[in-house]
């Protein structure tokens, strides 16, 4: 079955890194997102990372991802209070892109 | 601005009653999906439509259901409505049907039932 975990909160200040962690249980996986949610707003692809990657840089942005152990991270250096939001995470598997979403982790950012 | 609009913005209606909530997809694309957002339950997926017909079920209860028409919007009908389906209610679309395949997803609809 397919179940996605995270931690429901984390509390960083400007400027130090924050590191939002994820764990999965459908090993075929093709891929894994991460999308963001601001207040009253829908979800934002982030980033993406395919599941024979273990490492994705995007600006700001480091996706790392532990296929043995099924856990993916989402570091964000520098992060700033625009980066105060919900962080979801999800894996898509199957052909017809079944898409099953992580309990979102709440990211706050003191100044 | 996604591209993506959801009709209404609000919705409230009392336990029973039926409701529609509207979804337009991004020019060009012929997916799209519909997904519940609630604080106990977190982000589920519902259903995805793909060019007119239904290409994948999630988590949809029998009193819901879903259609694309030929223009690509999407409907997603809610009926004998319980305190419980309040919620977010989102719809994104994407390009393609599968593969590697971002989704845009819309402000969302919210739904309140008293």
């Known amino acids: 079955g397919e179940d996605v975990e995270q931690s429901l909160f984390l509390s960083v200040r400007e400027g130090d890194s924050s590191v939002i962690n994820c764990t999965y249980t459908d090993s075929s996986s093709t891929y894994l997102y991460w999308y963001k949610q601001e207040p009253g707003a829908g979800l934002q692809l982030l980033t993406y990372?395919?599941?024979?990657?273990d490492m994705k840089q995007d600006q700001r942005l480091t996706v790392l991802l532990n296929k043995k152990d099924k856990h993916l991270s989402l570091r964000i250096a520098d992060t700033q209070t625009g980066d105060s939001a919900i962080y979801f995470c999800a894996e898509v598997s199957g052909g017809y892109q079944k898409v099953t979403f992580g309990t979102g982790t709440k990211l706050q950012v003191i100044p | 601005d996604s591209g993506v609009t959801q009709t209404p913005k609000h919705l409230i209606t009392a336990t029973g009653q039926r409701v529609t909530l509207r979804c337009s997809p991004r020019?060009?694309?012929?997916?799209v999906y519909w997904y519940q957002q609630s604080l106990d339950q977190g982000l589920q997926f519902l259903i995805q439509?793909?060019?007119?017909?239904?290409?994948a079920k999630g988590n949809i209860l029998e009193r819901f259901s879903a259609q694309q028409f030929p223009d690509l919007h999407s409907e997603l009908n809610l009926s004998s409505l319980e305190l419980g389906d309040s919620a977010l209610y989102f719809c994104?679309?994407?390009?393609?049907?599968?593969?590697?395949?971002?989704?845009?997803f819309g402000p969302g609809t919210r739904l309140t039932v008293l």
């Open positions: 990372i395919f599941s024979n990657m």
């Open positions: 020019s060009g694309d012929l997916s």
């Open positions: 439509y793909y060019n007119g017909e239904e290409r």
């Open positions: 994104a679309s994407s390009v393609l049907a599968s593969g590697n395949n971002e989704q845009f």
